[in-house]
């Protein structure tokens, strides 16, 4: 009976989504890196089109109520890699102008020991609107290692935003 009622709660949440925004983003995690540090990623000017997607969907600005993380992964795009020598990481939109404006949107806070060349990450419950409503949005990654990273490991990040 529980379970009947949380599909139902989500597949009513579901319906109020307007319009999905996809990304996929790619970069390069370096070899070598400690287990001391924080590890940040930063990639700039990635276009939200958000103009062409409102017009699409004949959606008036004012009529969003926020958007919010959907679903993301990263994956390694070189046969043979992995990422069990992450122990957990983060990813964030933030404002070039001012970094320290910033929000948290996927996470994983343990990452498994036998992770493999895919990574779920877990979304997190914020709104992202205000950065999604400007022509690019900057994506920051950061990793906390539990090895030294092995070698470089390609690595690409896709990732849902709902509009809601």
């Given at each position: 009976?529980?379970?009947?009622?949380?599909?139902?709660?989500?597949?009513?949440?579901?319906?109020?989504?307007?319009?999905?925004?996809?990304?996929?983003?790619?970069?390069?995690?370096?070899?070598?890196?400690?287990?001391?540090?924080?590890?940040?990623?930063?990639?700039?000017?990635?276009?939200?089109?958000?103009?062409?997607?409102?017009?699409?969907?004949?959606?008036?600005?004012?009529?969003?109520?926020?958007?919010?993380?959907?679903?993301?992964?990263?994956?390694?795009?070189?046969?043979?890699?992995?990422?069990?020598?992450?122990?957990?990481?983060?990813?964030?939109?933030?404002?070039?102008?001012?970094?320290?404006?910033?929000?948290?949107?996927?996470?994983?806070?343990?990452?498994?020991?036998?992770?493999?060349?895919?990574?779920?990450?877990?979304?997190?419950?914020?709104?992202?609107?205000?950065?999604?409503?400007?022509?690019?949005?900057?994506?920051?990654?950061?990793?906390?290692?539990r090895e030294f990273s092995p070698q470089f490991i390609p690595t690409r990040l896709n990732f849902v935003l709902k509009a809601l």
């Amino acid at each position: 009976m529980l379970t009947a009622v949380l599909i139902a709660g989500c597949t009513k949440r579901d319906e109020n989504i307007l319009f999905n925004i996809p990304y996929q983003v790619e970069f390069e995690i370096p070899a070598g890196l400690n287990t001391l540090e924080t590890h940040v990623f930063e990639i700039f000017n990635i276009p939200t089109r958000i103009d062409t997607l409102l017009a699409n969907f004949n959606i008036d600005p004012n009529d969003l109520q926020s958007i919010n993380p959907k679903e993301s992964q990263m994956e390694v795009t070189l046969n043979g890699l992995d990422y069990s020598f992450i122990r957990e990481m983060s990813v964030q939109l933030f404002d070039k102008d001012d970094p320290d404006v910033d929000v948290e949107i996927f996470f994983h806070p343990q990452v498994p020991f036998n992770t493999g060349s895919r990574l779920p990450l877990i979304p997190s419950l914020s709104n992202a609107q205000d950065f999604l409503l400007k022509e690019s949005i900057n994506l920051r990654v950061e990793f906390q290692l539990r090895e030294f990273s092995p070698q470089f490991i390609p690595t690409r990040l896709n990732f849902v935003l709902k509009a809601l």
